[in-house]
């Protein structure tokens, strides 16, 4: 059920993260690696939970939903993709010491997270200033 299109991307993704300084690299290539050690859990569940269903009769709603949950993580992992992609092409192109990588989230985009979500999202803040505590 891991398509290879995903480890494409995956792999896009860590290729991209090679023109990001150290410290952010180190941040990026774990990040994705963690989400995908996640996200093939969470396929390896809703297969589990699909032919549970299928058992029961009711395979369309379990495989709708993980094909829903499937689109909308690789849309958000593609568009992550082209972001750094272009931030990385800006970034060649500028002189200046210290390119800015990333974009900050709209209030929308907050609203939206799962309390699981911003707990990561703080996780992931409280990583970020500890790794660059130790490079400066």
């Not at 690696?33 to 996200?39: G, I, L, M, Q, Y």
């Not at 093939?40 to 709603?61: E, I, N, P």
């Not at 993980?66 to 750094?84: P, R, S």
Request: glycine share 6%; hydrophobic share 45%.
């Amino acid at each position: 059920m891991y398509l290879r299109q995903h480890l494409q991307l995956y792999r896009d993704i860590r290729r991209v993260h090679k023109h990001l300084p150290p410290a952010m690299r180190f941040l990026g290539n774990k990040y994705v690696r963690d989400e995908w050690a996640r996200h093939r859990a969470v396929l390896r569940d809703a297969a589990a939970a699909a032919a549970l269903a299928g058992a029961q009769g009711s395979t369309a709603a379990a495989q709708g939903s993980t094909a829903q949950w499937l689109a909308a993580f690789v849309g958000e992992w593609t568009a992550y993709l082209a972001t750094m992609r272009a931030q990385v092409a800006d970034a060649a192109a500028w002189t200046a010491p210290r390119p800015q990588f990333g974009k900050p989230l709209d209030a929308r985009a907050l609203d939206e997270m799962s309390d699981q979500q911003l707990g990561a999202r703080c996780q992931l803040h409280a990583l970020k200033t500890e790794v660059f505590k130790e490079k400066s």
